[in-house]
């Protein structure tokens, strides 16, 4: 590391005026005050309220989907995302290894089996080429359904997620899902304020699922929703969300096992304030990827991922790509010392011990970018 790299990490100081820069904190004023403290007047902090009903209203005209259901976090928006579209347990479903473990366990969670499939250096999101070749050696239809011939389970779903905001190749994905008749659920936590060809990322699934945890684009504390275009499957999702009880004046009838996953309203409240910035928060994202794409000008061998043609990303975390001459531990270490909070991607879930035994593709590019993907701070601001 030089002095070139020590101009860089004095500029991310000075940019957010701090000896420690985080990678990512949420933003408030007093707008989020304002909508706390009113729901806290009212009483209806809890699973019912009039700001739940509001977050998802705005969520789903945002997004452009018909219906949004808030839940507690991503997590659970993935686990009934996936349940409501059938599957079911001892079923694969296709997802990529370089993810948040959240995509995984979702599966896991159905007593499913995550299968796991390599990326690509352009989006970070699943590679469809390479998924659809080996769907064609592995797999074959049997009356219309998707099976492994190697395990003779059923493949049932594709969960591709866009990585740090970053669209992943869904015209390619979506035509490769209906010539194997898999369901495409999409992972999109990560993506709110993302467009690939002018649309939002997670329309294109038939159903989505976001997280508004602490350290996303907006959040609401913990929580997450579930979006689709389909109203029974929405009604359907919210049912089994809310302990999957029939409305009843005073009876307590449940029709199944359902969840106790409803967003609390004080939650939602947080959200609807968070919602109003969205897209304030993504012009000062873009600027701070311009000021990064300054900054490492100079600095050899290492660049700052862009967004792919077609797609616009929210550039939720900022992410560089080293030269092989760099060892990844030496720059993270260096970093942080010098007080600029940066991380590596994800370990490759199928290199977790829980997740060893899962059935999964070569994942070269997979572990080629394990070593060489960086995020550095990423928190929104006025001042670029
Ligand atoms: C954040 C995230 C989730 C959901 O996380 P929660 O913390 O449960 O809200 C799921 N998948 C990915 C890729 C994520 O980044």
């Not at 080429?129 to 239809?141: Q, T």
């Not at 993506?191 to 684009?217: E, P």
């Not at 009843?248 to 959200?271: Q, S, V």
Request: aromatic letters at 10%; glycine letters at 6%; one cysteine or more.
């Amino acid at each position: 590391m030089n002095t070139q790299w020590e101009e860089f990490t004095e500029n991310i100081k000075k940019l957010y005026e701090k000896d420690f820069v985080a990678l990512h904190e949420p933003t408030f004023n007093e707008k989020e005050i304002e909508y706390i403290t009113d729901c806290v007047k009212t009483g209806w902090v809890s699973s019912v309220g009039s700001y739940v009903t509001r977050f998802e209203e705005e969520l789903a005209k945002f997004v452009g989907v018909k219906r949004a259901v808030a839940v507690v976090n991503g997590t659970a928006a993935l686990q009934i995302a996936l349940k409501v579209v059938g599957v079911q347990v001892n079923d694969e479903v296709l997802i990529p290894s370089l993810t948040f473990i959240a995509t995984a366990n979702a599966v896991s969670y159905l007593q499913a089996i995550p299968h796991f499939v390599d990326v690509n250096v352009e989006t970070l999101g699943v590679d469809s080429f390479k998924l659809e070749k080996y769907l064609n050696e592995i797999a074959e239809l049997r009356q219309g359904e998707l099976y492994n011939k190697q395990t003779n389970r059923r493949i049932k779903a594709l969960v591709p997620m866009h990585t740090f905001g970053h669209p992943c190749m869904l015209d390619e994905l979506s035509a490769l899902c209906d010539k194997y008749n898999l369901v495409l659920v999409e992972d999109a936590a990560e993506s709110l304020g993302s467009y690939y060809k002018g649309k939002h990322t997670g329309t294109f699934g038939q159903v989505s699922a976001m997280s508004f945890n602490g350290n996303k684009i907006i959040t609401t504390g913990g929580g997450g929703a579930i979006l689709t275009d389909d109203e029974a499957l929405a009604d359907y999702a919210k049912h089994l969300t809310t302990t999957a009880k029939v409305p009843h004046r005073w009876e307590f009838i449940h029709d199944e096992i359902g969840y106790n996953y409803r967003m609390p309203n004080l939650n939602a409240a947080l959200g609807c304030a968070q919602l109003e910035k969205i897209s304030d928060f993504i012009k000062q994202k873009r600027r701070l990827t311009e000021f990064y794409e300054r900054q490492l000008a100079n600095i050899e061998g290492m660049q700052l991922f862009k967004e792919h043609v077609n797609t616009q990303s929210n550039y939720w975390l900022q992410v560089i790509l080293l030269d092989k001459q760099y060892d990844l531990d030496k720059v993270l270490c260096f970093l942080n010392d010098q007080g600029i909070m940066a991380r590596p991607i994800w370990k490759p879930l199928h290199e977790l011990e829980m997740y060893k035994q899962c059935p999964r593709m070569n994942l070269l590019v997979t572990e080629k970018l394990k070593r060489i993907i960086i995020n550095i701070p990423s928190t929104p601001t006025n001042e670029v």
